[in-house]
C-alpha cells in the first residue's frame, strides 16, 4: 500500500512539472521583426562608416535602443523619416574575431515583461583572425523595451 501512494505521489508530482513546464513554454513570444521604407539610409547609419556609432572595446556587444527621434539623433547626424509611434528599432554592434563572420539570424524574445535579443553568428572557417565588428539593427512594432539581455550564439559556416 506504501508503495502505491508513493508512486502515485511521484507521477502526481511528474504531472505538476510537466503541466507548469508547458504553461511557461506558451507565455514565451517570439516577436516578429518588420520592413520599414527607410531601409537602406538605417543601412548606411548603422554601420562601420559611422563614427558616431561608440564601441565599447570592453564588452563583446553594444546595444542601442531606439524609440524616438532624439535616440536616433545619438548615434546619427542624419534625419530619417521614422515614425516611432509605430517603431522601436533595436541596433548593435558585435565585436567578432574574424571579419568575414556574418549574422546569420536575429530573433527578439519576449517572456511576460522580459526581453532577449538572440544572434546567431556565423563563424567562418578557413578565414584570417582578425579582429572586426558586426553591425545589425532592427525595426519592431512599438514596444516598451527598459530592459533587454544579449545571447550571441556561433555557429561554423
Known amino acids: ?35 520599414i521604407d527607410n531601409r537602406f539610409l538605417l543601412d548606411s547609419i548603422i554601420s562601420n562608416k559611422n563614427p558616431l ?3 565599447n572595446i570592453q564588452d563583446s556587444a553594444t546595444i542601442f535602443l531606439i524609440n524616438n527621434q ?30 568575414s563572420d ?3 539570424d536575429v530573433i527578439l524574445y519576449k517572456y511576460d515583461t522580459i526581453f532577449n535579443l538572440e544572434i546567431s553568428i556565423l563563424w567562418a572557417t578557413n578565414s584570417w583572425t582578425e579582429i572586426g565588428n558586426l553591425y545589425f539593427w532592427r525595426a ?14 556561433h555557429k561554423k559556416s
Open 70 to 99: 532624439e535616440d536616433l539623433e545619438k548615434i546619427s547626424n542624419t534625419n530619417v523619416d521614422v515614425n516611432f509611434d509605430k517603431i522601436t528599432i533595436i541596433a548593435g554592434v558585435i565585436r567578432t574575431h574574424s571579419i
Open 140 to 153: 519592431y512594432p512599438k514596444m516598451d523595451i527598459n530592459n533587454i539581455s544579449l545571447t550571441i550564439k
Open 1 to 35: 500500500m506504501k508503495r502505491i501512494i508513493y508512486l502515485s505521489a511521484i507521477a502526481l508530482l511528474i504531472f505538476a512539472i510537466v503541466g507548469c513546464k508547458e504553461k511557461e513554454d506558451n507565455n514565451l513570444d517570439i516577436i516578429q521583426d518588420i520592413e
Open 102 to 104: 556574418k549574422i546569420d
Open 53 to 55: 556609432i561608440p564601441i
